[in-house]
């Protein structure tokens, strides 16, 4: 392996601690740089990455990683990547834009699909056909809208659209303003996604010329990964490299120090909002260089012992003195120069003095008291089980941690092994290594300041900043330039309404039917007894250690306060217990086992959608030598826990309850769907109750009279803790190494000290029906729609896996995103029967719910023309088998036990998708047809106009 075509060995390191081999390799006639991590690994990976280095912030290379994959110039149909996500059986399929580079990645464990995805990505990035076709700019990144010379001109775009969704989180524009006050000497001053307010001043001619100089073999790193004959990608490679020749080397600027400065922004609030105690804070500084990894890995150890705990020195110093309502250490790694940012949310500017007097505080009592080295050898223990434990994407995740250095010119093994940093930080503890470098993160007075204002108005005013530009525009074209304008707008239309050619369609390689396995990947289960509890046992490829899960069912007699009852799983791990103080719990918990985690899980009860059962779900993982000791803290937390310390809960519940809004403001779909289906069937009333809007709520009522609130809260706490934590129908699942006998693990051990108990556990949980509307303050909204087919006379079977990707990629892909904007939608039925649409970042959500309402006229089309389905069967397929970890694979097998999903049912489930024609498809029409009768509505954006709502909501 010296030299594979024109790719010579540069270099072979060994990386035992991910049993691989890395091979580095470089052309002969070009810069092009090639890395291979060969592993045993039957998913294979092949990424291309190219360093951009913003010059502005029209986020150029954002609209470059969506618009080279809108064909190219062997696959030619208009969008290549939504046609591999409609018949690829890949693993990963996606595009990355960071802040100095762009990344393609595909993954498959199929051979043949492997090889067809990396050969569209490398045409895809070297060949695309931006030059030709200039309406996959304007559909990607923005164009003026136009369609008449009456209307009013707007922007509209994909990007763009993406970029006012992420402008509206207050974390987004705290990093944005620091990383321009911490870089203005390079490329990470800049918004490499792009601002909504610069995305419109790029024009189509700078968008090519960055192609033509970033897109260049010159400039590419190849990577693969995985057990392959690496002779047949590279081959693809070649064809690409052959005729090029050494160019510009790229550099990116070293950001020496400079100047302290203080930044004052403001963040938009919805306009019933309280502006008291909703500032925000950030300090910030750059921290190290990309190879100083001891310190990197040492930044997280110390990150987890300032701030890992309510009572951790950091947060107790600022939330017990009221300083604020939350602390965040972030260290943000994957540059050149990482930073290191302290985040005070909710408090008020003129506290900025204090908070600084109460972080030097800080430092001065660490020296004053010296470290506890047990707190710091448990984060250590904690860091390096993390780094071990494996996660998928796997080869992803290795790919990112070989660019963190190779970019930058640094060891590509660099950061894939951590043995040796992890004994030399163990050595440092008795030394004052820990204590320096605390003192350097917290070390505010030479970190540039951000504070970021509640704002009313904000929102609204960049809106009309943004009509007015466009007025502007609109108001200085001649008639020449409006009709010019008004053609632009026509021939993308028509463009976007174009279907591909069967021909251009004939171009992109796909799977057959053979090339698919007839059935599902039976997962490993065998279920045994101890006493009267259940214990579902899997063999899972892992050694010394176990991942272990309790479920324990929810008795019927809360479910009329299921989202009191949630908050449960959020209080546990951060309240003491009879035997440990919060930071010592925490402690105990670092050394003891490798992750502690609850949540709950929510399953229809015997198809029946007008019952549900519902398990608090305690997830852990231990090592075998950890086994007593895991036990016993797990037990000491579900069964002796400490509720009664009110202030503790509050400090618990007011970031709890900032956490909600954020993520209602960001990821609004989730929410709107679980809302809009909440009303179709007791599961679906379960899981909005538990995870949803009504969740935000319960906490906001809590937070705004914790005087009055606060002790029936603990007193339902506490009782619900001791009527759940009990051994009555509790089941457990143990995933451990195949070779290793179930009593070696104990579990007798485990279940001593477990009350009885009695519960009745089949809930009948109901949701009012009618539709929902909360007001974000955002330029951009989400829209979904939902019911359970049951409800219409239908019930799911495996002909809905099809539909589900024919309605998304084929109809509401160019419905909602291509010709409306929206970042993303999509449409969905699950094996509970339930079914939604929903859309992501959306400017015109009430377009889109009309939309929605014409899938039917759609499908009968499709199903009557001569479309070919089977690629749709193939990716059905592929979407039943993510990739999985051995813990995840535990848990999936889990819940399909509990939610009555027999190995047969989903062979049966996989034999009907397989046999899916368009005649069935078409069968589906009438009942199809009461969908919307059934379903109800939430809109989640800035307004309501034309939307009627039953129930409205104020963040």
């Given at each position: 392996?010296?030299?594979?075509?024109?790719?010579?060995?540069?270099?072979?390191?060994?990386?035992?601690?991910?049993?691989?081999?890395?091979?580095?390799?470089?052309?002969?006639?070009?810069?092009?740089?090639?890395?291979?991590?060969?592993?045993?690994?039957?998913?294979?990976?092949?990424?291309?990455?190219?360093?951009?280095?913003?010059?502005?912030?029209?986020?150029?290379?954002?609209?470059?990683?969506?618009?080279?994959?809108?064909?190219?110039?062997?696959?030619?149909?208009?969008?290549?990547?939504?046609?591999?996500?409609k018949g690829s059986m890949n693993t990963f399929l996606n595009a990355i834009t960071f802040p100095d580079k762009t990344m393609y990645p595909v993954s498959s464990r199929n051979n043949k699909d492997f090889l067809n995805l990396t050969a569209i990505y490398l045409d895809a990035v070297f060949r695309p056909k931006i030059y030709q076709n200039p309406n996959i700019f304007y559909q990607e990144g923005f164009h003026q809208e136009l369609l008449d010379k009456d209307d009013e001109l707007i922007f509209n775009g994909v990007v763009l659209n993406e970029m006012k969704g992420a402008k509206s989180s207050v974390d987004n524009r705290l990093v944005s303003v620091m990383t321009r006050a911490l870089y203005p000497d390079n490329c990470y001053q800049y918004s490499s996604g792009g601002d909504p307010e610069a995305i419109p001043k790029l024009t189509y001619e700078k968008f090519l010329k960055a192609h033509e100089r970033y897109y260049s073999p010159n400039n590419a790193i190849f990577y693969l990964e995985g057990d392959m004959d690496i002779k047949e990608p590279i081959s693809l490679i070649e064809e690409y490299l052959r005729e090029v020749k050494p160019s510009e080397s790229l550099k990116l600027a070293y950001q020496k120090e400079r100047r302290v400065e203080t930044v004052r922004i403001s963040y938009p609030i919805a306009k019933d909002e309280d502006e008291k105690e909703r500032c925000q804070i950030l300090f910030g500084k750059i921290i190290c260089d990309f190879d100083d990894k001891e310190k990197r890995v040492a930044l997280g150890i110390a990150n987890a012992y300032l701030t890992g705990s309510l009572q951790a020195p950091l947060v107790s110093a600022i939330m017990e003195k009221g300083l604020g309502q939350d602390v965040r250490i972030d260290v943000e790694g994957g540059l050149y120069q990482p930073f290191l940012t302290i985040q005070i949310t909710n408090t008020e500017e003129e506290r900025l003095d204090d908070i600084k007097k109460a972080i030097k505080t800080v430092i001065n009592d660490l020296k004053a008291k010296?470290?506890?080295?047990?707190?710091?050898?448990?984060?250590?223990?904690?860091?390096?089980?993390?780094?071990?434990?494996?996660?998928?994407?796997?080869?992803?995740?290795?790919?990112?941690?070989?660019?963190?250095?190779?970019?930058?010119?640094?060891?590509?093994?660099?950061?894939?092994?951590?043995?040796?940093?992890?004994?030399?930080?163990?050595?440092?503890?008795?030394?004052?290594?820990?204590?320096?470098?605390?003192?350097?993160?917290?070390?505010?007075?030479?970190?540039?300041?951000?504070?970021?204002?509640?704002?009313?108005?904000?929102?609204?005013?960049?809106?009309?900043?943004?009509?007015?530009?466009?007025?502007?525009?609109?108001?200085?074209?001649?008639?020449?330039?409006?009709?010019?304008?008004?053609?632009?707008?026509?021939?993308?239309?028509?463009?976007?309404?174009?279907?591909?050619?069967?021909?251009?369609?004939?171009?992109?390689?796909?799977?057959?039917?053979?090339?698919?396995?007839?059935?599902?990947?039976?997962?490993?289960?065998?279920?045994?007894?101890?006493?009267?509890?259940?214990?579902?046992?899997?063999?899972?490829?892992?050694?010394?250690?176990?991942?272990?899960?309790?479920?324990?069912?929810?008795?019927?007699?809360?479910?009329?306060?299921?989202?009191?009852?949630?908050?449960?799983?959020?209080?546990?791990?951060?309240?003491?217990?009879?035997?440990?103080?919060?930071?010592?719990?925490?402690?105990?918990?670092?050394?003891?086992?490798?992750?502690?985690?609850?949540?709950?899980?929510?399953?229809?009860?015997?198809?029946?959608?007008?019952?549900?059962?519902?398990?608090?779900?305690?997830?852990?993982?231990?090592?075998?030598?950890?086994?007593?000791?895991?036990?016993?803290?797990v037990k000491n937390i579900l069964l002796d826990s400490d509720y009664d310390n009110q202030e503790l809960l509050i400090n618990i519940l007011q970031p709890l309850f900032e956490g909600f809004r954020s993520d209602i403001i960001e990821a609004g779909h989730s929410y709107g769907t679980r809302r809009a289906l909440a009303s179709s069937s007791a599961r679906n009333a379960a899981t909005e109750l538990l995870e949803g809007l009504s969740c935000y709520e319960e906490v906001k009522k809590l937070v705004e009279d914790f005087d009055k609130t606060l002790p029936a809260f603990i007193n339902y706490l506490k009782e619900a803790a001791s009527t759940i934590f009990t051994s009555d129908k509790l089941i457990i699942g143990i995933s451990k190494p195949a070779n290793d006998k179930l009593e070696e693990y104990q579990l007798e051990k485990l279940l001593a000290g477990f009350d009885?108990?009695?519960?009745?556990?089949?809930?009948?949980?109901?949701?009012?029906?009618?539709?929902?509307?909360?007001?974000?303050?955002?330029?951009?909204?989400?829209?979904?729609c939902g019911t359970n087919l049951k409800n219409i006379g239908g019930h799911f079977d495996g002909r809905f896996l099809v539909l589900n990707n024919i309605i998304s990629l084929e109809y509401l892909w160019n419905e909602i995103r291509v010709k409306g904007g929206a970042y993303g939608s999509g449409f969905s039925t699950a094996m509970s029967s339930s079914s939604f649409f929903y859309s992501y970042r959306d400017p015109s959500p009430m377009r889109s719910f009309a939309k929605y309402q014409e899938f039917i006229g759609f499908l009968r089309n499709y199903c009557e023309s001569d479309a070919d389905i089977e690629k749709y069967i193939i990716s059905s397929i592929a979407n039943t088998e993510p990739l999985l970890t051995p813990d995840q694979l535990g848990r999936a097998a889990d819940k399909e036990y509990l939610c009555g999903l027999d190995y047969q049912k989903l062979c049966n489930i996989r034999k009907e998708a397989l046999m899916t024609s368009k005649e069935d498809l078409l069968s589906l029409c009438r009942m199809l047809e009461n969908y919307f009768k059934s379903a109800d509505y939430c809109l989640i954006g800035p307004k309501m106009e034309g939307f009627a709502a039953d129930v409205i909501i104020k963040l």
């Open positions: 392996m010296d030299r594979i075509e024109n790719f010579k060995l540069l270099s072979k390191t060994e990386v035992a601690e991910q049993n691989a081999t890395l091979y580095e390799y470089g052309h002969i006639n070009c810069d092009a740089r090639l890395l291979y991590l060969k592993t045993d690994d039957k998913n294979k990976l092949f990424s291309i990455t190219f360093r951009t280095y913003p010059e502005d912030d029209t986020g150029v290379f954002h609209i470059l990683e969506h618009s080279v994959l809108c064909g190219s110039e062997k696959y030619p149909v208009k969008d290549p990547f939504v046609e591999l996500l010296g470290l506890d080295k047990r707190e710091l050898e448990a984060n250590i223990n904690y860091a390096e089980f993390s780094f071990k434990e494996a996660k998928e994407p796997r080869g992803l995740l290795h790919n990112l941690n070989v660019l963190n250095s190779y970019l930058y010119g640094g060891d590509p093994a660099l950061f894939l092994s951590a043995n040796d940093t992890f004994k030399a930080l163990r050595e440092k503890i008795d030394s004052d290594y820990y204590l320096k470098l605390m003192e350097e993160m917290l070390d505010v007075e030479k970190m540039v300041t951000v504070i970021a204002s509640p704002s009313k108005n904000l929102a609204l005013e960049e809106t009309a900043r943004e009509k007015e530009v466009c007025t502007a525009i609109r108001n200085k074209m001649s008639e020449d330039e409006i009709l010019s304008c008004i053609n632009l707008n026509r021939e993308l239309k028509k463009w976007q309404e174009t279907g591909d050619s069967l021909e251009d369609l004939a171009s992109i390689p796909l799977l057959a039917l053979s090339d698919v396995d007839e059935k599902p990947e039976e997962h490993d289960l065998s279920k045994v007894l101890i006493g009267d509890v259940e214990v579902l046992v899997h063999n899972a490829p892992i050694s010394d250690l176990a991942y272990i899960n309790l479920y324990f069912p929810i008795s019927s007699k809360y479910q009329d306060s299921l989202p009191k009852l949630s908050l449960l799983a959020n209080i546990l791990t951060n309240i003491p217990t009879s035997k440990y103080d919060v930071l010592t719990l925490n402690q105990e918990i670092k050394i003891n086992l490798g992750n502690l985690g609850f949540e709950y899980l929510v399953c229809d009860q015997n198809d029946d959608i007008n019952n549900a059962n519902i398990y608090f779900t305690v997830h852990l993982s231990v090592l075998k030598s950890k086994l007593e000791e895991g036990y016993a803290l009885k108990g009695q519960k009745e556990i089949h809930m009948n949980i109901s949701f009012p029906k009618g539709n929902t509307f909360v007001e974000i303050p955002s330029a951009v909204a989400y829209a979904s």
